[in-house]
């Protein structure tokens, strides 16, 4: 497969770098909105070459194209790319309306064309492990998860919106939280076979005054830094998400889950995780807590080369290996050794897309399992606007059913 990259920004380079190595990838491309990007980017990493935009990539021989732009512009781009033709892999989220991710899934269905979005918490250790202890039946029924991305605006997004922003980039880093809902959402639906129907969110409004999260200021006229969600699920069960930017938190996992089961519960925090376990009958003096924490530990991250213009307290969302329950076998003996990101996931996100297109299988983070990672966030921003009214999700289904590489 011929692979397009439109945008070259802080984080295109681990995929870029990464599609470089798989042997299934035959070529890789780059466009962006500032041409000199691209072009480094293509010396550096000895790109087939670059394209002057978007047009002229969609016109070109490439049979694919990864979305890695700012949050809030994938989903034209992305049904831009599905009408010249062309698979898709996209950064997170799908897209920040409704109406844009329904016109997407209508798209695939209707092309065929293969959709992923590339959610770095379904590659998660602790989902990981929570995926498989759900489908042994390990928590019993498990009735009620959370989710956090716990993420404050001066570890590193301030740098990081003045990179990609200009002089106005305080117009866009006021970015409403829950429309930024994957990393949290994404872990909890991605381990538990079920979507949300509908969420009660509470908005926070800011006040530290520089500007940020500014009614008058931002672009969506957004001044909720910190965003707290409950959602309803189709199984009966409830789910909780919090989405926070203004937070004394500085150091340990961003995004961190909780699920809680009749026979078990799993409990991870910033530092580490346990699993409490029901005895049997009556007698709860028999039950157990195992600390599972060292489960959840990447091994092995480095920092790769060439990472120093990008802000040191986003460093540990490139700099990461693998954890003992995440499953190598499956990944290309060329991704041995390679840097990896986002708690080990980035190799097996760029090995998915791959292996989607070459086998045209659609992959597990779909169009179909996008929209319910990334529509109940959008959902949850209107009710926040109507001071935390419960509004109903829509669903659009299924989706064909995902492959268990």
Not at 84 to 105: F, R
Request: charged fraction near 25%; proline fraction near 5%.
């Amino acid at each position: 497969m011929k692979i397009g990259v439109i945008g070259t920004g802080q984080f295109a380079r681990s995929f870029i770098s990464l599609w470089q190595m798989h042997p299934d990838v035959e070529a890789v491309y780059a466009c962006d909105i500032v041409p000199e990007r691209a072009k480094e980017h293509q010396e550096k990493y000895d790109l087939a070459g670059t394209f002057a935009d978007v047009e002229e990539m969609l016109a070109s021989d490439v049979d694919s194209v990864a979305v890695l732009t700012q949050r809030w512009t994938h989903g034209p781009l992305v049904l831009q790319a599905l009408e010249a033709g062309k698979n898709v892999y996209s950064a997170v989220p799908m897209a920040i309306t409704a109406d844009e991710i329904k016109a997407i899934i209508d798209k695939v269905t209707e092309t065929g064309l293969i959709y992923m979005m590339g959610e770095t918490s379904y590659y998660n250790p602790a989902v990981v492990w929570a995926r498989d202890k759900v489908a042994e039946g390990a928590f019993g029924r498990v009735f009620y998860a959370e989710g956090d991305y716990v993420h404050d605006m001066d570890n590193g997004f301030y740098a990081a919106y003045k990179y990609s922003g200009g002089e106005d980039w305080k117009k866009t880093a006021s970015y409403p939280p829950m429309l930024y809902p994957t990393h949290a959402i994404g872990g909890v639906l991605g381990a538990l076979p079920t979507y949300a129907t509908s969420v009660s969110c509470i908005g926070i409004r800011d006040d530290r005054g520089d500007g940020v999260f500014d009614k008058d200021v931002s672009l969506w006229g957004n001044d909720f830094s910190n965003m707290s969600a409950l959602f309803h699920l189709a199984d009966g069960g409830a789910m909780r998400t919090n989405e926070f930017r203004r937070v004394g938190y500085w150091r340990g996992h961003e995004s961190r889950f909780r699920f809680y089961g009749t026979e078990s519960v799993m409990e991870q925090t910033g530092q580490g995780a346990t699993w409490n376990i029901k005895t049997e009958g009556e007698d709860y003096r028999k039950g157990k807590t195992l600390d599972i924490s060292d489960l959840f530990y990447t091994r092995g991250g480095q920092v790769p080369e060439g990472f120093g213009d990008v802000d040191p307290a986003l460093m540990q969302s490139f700099a990461s290996g693998n954890a003992k329950v995440q499953d190598r076998s499956r990944l290309p003996k060329e991704f041995e050794g390679a840097h990896n990101g986002h708690e080990g996931s980035h190799h097996f996100l760029a090995d998915d897309f791959v292996r989607a297109v070459t086998t045209k299988t659609q992959p597990p983070v779909n169009a179909w399992k996008a929209a319910r990672f990334t529509l109940p966030g959008v959902i949850a921003l209107e009710s926040a606007r109507q001071d935390g009214a419960r509004l109903p999700i829509p669903d659009f289904g299924d989706g064909p059913e995902n492959p268990a590489w």
